[in-house]
């Protein structure tokens, strides 16, 4: 059993969802991550609020509404990419792209009014612009994902 990093909620974020939109170039409703947390050279911590009003909900599942799985997965990869992006001086000429999933598990449903909490870690340093990562996603103090990731730095065309 993971034990749940200790996160301030009311601390001011490192970025609001308006600083993430200047790094990402996620827009909504694809736009997963609403706060970055905390920001250090080895590990980055996000912040997801799953409200109803998510355009997923309608078709997944109307009686019961669940997040889907693979969206949990991109929400993480957001984050993970606003940790590889952090690491270059001029992020806004840089953009990120996943190379590989592993290991993915999905141990609890996230339903609407959840908060998931998503912290990455590096699992080797990054050389070349490949970033190697493991991703663990909680919603209060349960593991509901994890997965490793590896991601590529890339300059934009």
């Known amino acids: 059993m993971m034990k749940v990093p200790p996160f301030d909620l009311l601390k001011e974020p490192v970025y609001d ?5 200047k790094i990402l170039p996620h827009r909504p409703p694809f736009l997963l991550i609403d706060r970055i947390l905390e920001l250090t050279d080895d ?4 912040l997801k609020n799953v409200t109803m009003n998510e355009p997923f909900f309608v078709g997944h599942f109307p009686q019961e509404p669940v997040m889907p799985g693979v969206l949990q997965i991109e929400a ?3 984050t993970g990419g606003i940790f590889v992006l952090s690491q270059v001086p001029d992020p806004e000429n840089y953009i990120t792209y996943f190379l590989k999933i592993d290991e993915a598990k999905f141990r609890q449903k996230v339903v609407p009014g959840d908060t998931i909490i998503f912290t ?3 699992t080797s ?6 970033c ?5 996603a909680y919603v209060g103090n349960k ?11 890339a300059k934009k065309q």
Do not use: D, H, K
Not at 43 to 46: A, D, K, T
């Open 17 to 21: 969802v308006q600083q993430i939109q």
């Open 43 to 46: 590990y980055i911590v996000g």
């Open 76 to 78: 993480m990869a957001q």
């Open 120 to 122: 990455l870690e590096l």
């Open 125 to 130: 340093p990054v050389r070349r612009g490949i």
């Open 132 to 136: 190697n990562m493991r991703g663990v």
């Open 143 to 153: 593991v509901v994902t994890e997965a490793n990731l590896m991601a590529q730095i």
